[in-house]
């Protein structure tokens, strides 16, 4: 079982609609959650944090996280083109010295 | 501007001439790391660092060399690089990765592609 994994896609929406992405990871003991979003040849660039249980909401991004199920989701509301990119879920993995373990990425496209 | 800074963002070299990426971050943060990210691999750590002077391998080491002899740098060297470490090359750094201090997130710096003929 992969540490962090993620459906690579590609999970296509129309505008306007909501994209939801999934991560599931591995490490029970993990208390950090990130989603960067990267667009083709660019850097990741870091839109949600998440470090409890519950929903976090930030504009139209909400992060959710259910630690009992190991899982970790991304809904992006009113998705616009703009919001094509690939979306990788990252977990601290402290059993592992301290670092960002990185799922493969879901890459969304957001179709006018 | 609090950034993570690299340098080159692009560059073409041949087998086995010594090459150093340079990485500086102006946010006083103790960690730093490097990836490589190629198609279908995703992002693998190659080297990072929790402070100065402690440096260690992560997942994709062989073929790099490291050094931390100051807080904001974080140079990757390839001493002899090879065509399969042509690649997209991100540097990384993070107030802390150190268990339950802090809830870091990574910050990236813009990227550096090599290419190795």
């Given at each position: 079982?992969?540490?962090?994994?993620?459906?690579?896609?590609?999970?296509?929406?129309?505008?306007?609609?909501?994209?939801?992405?999934?991560?599931?990871?591995?490490?029970?003991?993990?208390?950090?959650?990130?989603?960067?979003?990267?667009?083709?040849?660019?850097?990741?660039?870091?839109?949600?944090?998440?470090?409890?249980?519950?929903?976090?909401?930030?504009?139209?991004?909400?992060?959710?996280?259910?630690?009992?199920?190991?899982?970790?989701?991304?809904?992006?509301?009113?998705?616009?083109?703009?919001?094509?990119?690939?979306?990788?879920?990252?977990?601290?993995?402290?059993?592992?010295?301290?670092?960002?373990?990185?799922?493969?990425?879901?890459?969304?496209?957001?179709?006018? | 501007?609090?950034?993570?800074?690299?340098?080159p963002?692009?560059l073409i070299t041949v087998t086995g001439k010594k090459l150093t990426v340079t990485?500086?971050?102006?946010?006083?943060?103790?960690?730093?790391?490097?990836?490589?990210?190629?198609?279908?691999?995703?992002?693998?750590?190659?080297?990072?660092?929790?402070?100065?002077?402690?440096?260690?391998?992560?997942?994709?080491?062989?073929g790099y060399k490291v050094s931390?002899?100051?807080?904001?740098?974080?140079p990757l060297i390839l001493e002899s690089p090879s065509?399969?470490q042509?690649?997209?090359?991100?540097?990384?750094?993070?107030?802390?990765?150190?268990?339950?201090?802090?809830?870091?997130?990574?910050?990236?710096?813009?990227?550096?592609?090599l290419?190795v003929?």
């Open positions: 079982q992969k540490e962090v994994e993620q459906n690579s896609g590609p999970l296509s929406v129309p505008e306007g609609a909501i994209a939801s992405l999934n991560c599931t990871y591995s490490d029970r003991v993990s208390q950090s959650f990130f989603w960067y979003r990267q667009y083709s040849g660019k850097s990741p660039e870091l839109i949600m944090s998440i470090y409890s249980n519950g929903d976090k909401e930030d504009g139209r991004f909400t992060a959710q996280l259910n630690k009992a199920s190991q899982y970790v989701s991304l809904l992006i509301r009113d998705s616009q083109p703009s919001d094509s990119a690939t979306y990788l879920c990252a977990v601290n993995g402290y059993n592992q010295g301290g670092k960002l373990i990185f799922g493969q990425g879901t890459e969304l496209s957001v179709k006018p | 501007e609090a950034q993570v800074t690299q340098n963002r692009y990485c500086s971050q102006n946010m006083n943060h103790e960690y730093m790391s490097w990836y490589r990210q190629d198609p279908g691999l995703g992002l693998r750590q190659i080297y990072y660092s929790m402070n100065v002077e402690a440096t260690d391998k992560g997942d994709v080491p062989e931390r002899k100051e807080k904001r740098n974080f065509p399969n042509t690649s997209l090359y991100f540097c990384a750094s993070s107030l802390s990765m150190r268990e339950r201090v802090s809830h870091s997130p990574l910050h990236f710096g813009n990227g550096t592609r290419t003929t």
